[in-house]
Nanobody, 126 residues
Framework: VQLQASGGGLVQAGGSLRLSCAASGLTLGRHIMGWFRQNPGKEREFVGAMRWSTGNTYYYDSVKGRFTISRDDAENTAYLQMNSLKPEDTAVYFC????????????????????WGRGTLVTVSS
């Protein structure tokens, strides 16, 4: 199983970035796809998650209305569209996947995800 995150970079506050997470070795249709972020010395923070089978999503309060998770079934790829970026969004972003066992998305956290991709750095300048 491999998750490959990409798309990070440097952007000015108010700008946008789209991160991608390409999956191989698993069928995402049976999984929950999550996005997390982390800064040095801090815990990994939940950003949002999608139930792949239905497209339902759930987001952390601080990114609601600015970030959107989407998917491409044919490419087995998830996306995190980030708009109206703020300096506090600066972090290394990770994508993760776990088998969908039917829990409400709010119950998923970093500890419940089994597969992780390498992070991609997002830097938002003020």
């Amino acid at each position: 199983v491999q998750l490959q995150a990409s798309g990070g970079g440097l952007v000015q506050a108010g700008g946008s970035l789209r991160l991608s997470c390409a999956a191989s070795g698993l069928t995402l249709g049976r999984h929950i796809m999550g996005w997390f972020r982390q800064n040095p010395g801090k815990e990994r923070e939940f950003v949002g998650a999608m139930r792949w089978s239905t497209g339902n999503t759930y987001y952390y309060d601080s990114v609601k209305g600015r970030f959107t998770i989407s998917r491409d079934d044919a490419e087995n790829t998830a996306y995190l569209q980030m708009n109206s970026l703020k300096p506090e969004d600066t972090a290394v972003y990770f994508c993760a996947a776990t088998v969908d066992v039917g829990l409400h998305l709010i119950r998923y956290s970093a500890r419940t995800f089994d597969y992780w991709g390498r992070g991609t750095l997002v830097t938002v300048s003020s």
